[in-house]
């Protein structure tokens, strides 16, 4: 499993940021993407997933409305665009093949979204 996640950085609450999640052919084609997050002494948790044709989304309550994911299956690359951004949206994020709510790895490298008051 071939997985990086990037495009986290600093933002002001209500801000936006955009994370890419780029994987091996191997890993991405014809499967089911999600994004799972981890905040300081919490555990990871599920945040949203999408079908390996994206035509089915699914999503965490805590993101639902504020949150989008996307993919393109012609770079390999999934996507999570996320609006209205909340200091308890601070963690590192991780993209995984699956839709489901859990994924016991391996894990690629995440990034780190930091959403300040």
């Known amino acids: 499993v071939q997985l990086q996640a990037s495009g986290g950085g600093v933002v002001q609450a209500g801000g936006s940021l955009r994370l890419s999640c780029t994987a091996s052919a191997r890993t991405f084609s014809g499967n089911n993407m999600a994004w799972f997050r981890q905040a300081p002494g919490k555990e990871r948790e599920f945040v949203a997933g999408?079908?390996?044709?994206?035509?089915?989304?699914r999503y965490a309550d805590s993101v639902k409305g504020r949150f989008t994911i996307s993919r393109d299956n012609a770079n390999n690359t999934a996507y999570l665009h996320m609006n209205s951004l909340k200091p308890e949206d601070t963690a590192v994020y991780y993209c995984?093949?699956?839709?489901?709510?859990?994924?016991?790895?391996?894990w690629g490298q995440g990034t780190l979204v930091t959403v300040s008051s």
């Open positions: 995984a093949p699956t839709y489901s709510n859990n994924w016991f790895g391996p």
């Open positions: 999408i079908t390996w044709n994206g035509g089915t989304a």
